[in-house]
């Protein structure tokens, strides 16, 4: 986690955004967020690095994904399954937001985020980014 941390830093121009816990950072370029997870036990607080409904654990290269904010993650989950749309897990409340994991129809992950902690938000006031969402 470390030194994929320290690489898009250093390397990419990535900033860090949050980092609430040693398997999960959030890191931001510009207006792409890069979520670079690793497994956790089914006990732990995370929430989109856990075993999946499946059974499906974590292997070598990680779960990394993009996130999309959104406003209601349950309604939107509610809407992308009456759509017909595969998830991968039912909403989960982890350290920053709540978070469901979906599929693209070429099977890439794709994380639907609900922030639940200030410093999770995409836009924030006051911050480098653009307030103007």
Known sequence: ????????SRHLGFEERMHP???FAMLTRDDLRLLIVSPVGTD??????????????QEPGGWNRFALEVADI???VETLRNDGVRLRTNVITGIGGKQALVEDPSGNLVELF???IPEAFEHQTGSHRDDAR
């Open 1 to 8: 986690m470390s030194t994929s941390r320290s690489r898009s």
């Open 21 to 23: 816990a040693p398997p």
């Open 44 to 57: 732990h607080p995370g929430g989109g690095s856990r075993q999946l409904l499946d059974g499906t654990i």
């Open 74 to 76: 349950e309604s939107a």
């Open 114 to 116: 609900e922030p639940i």
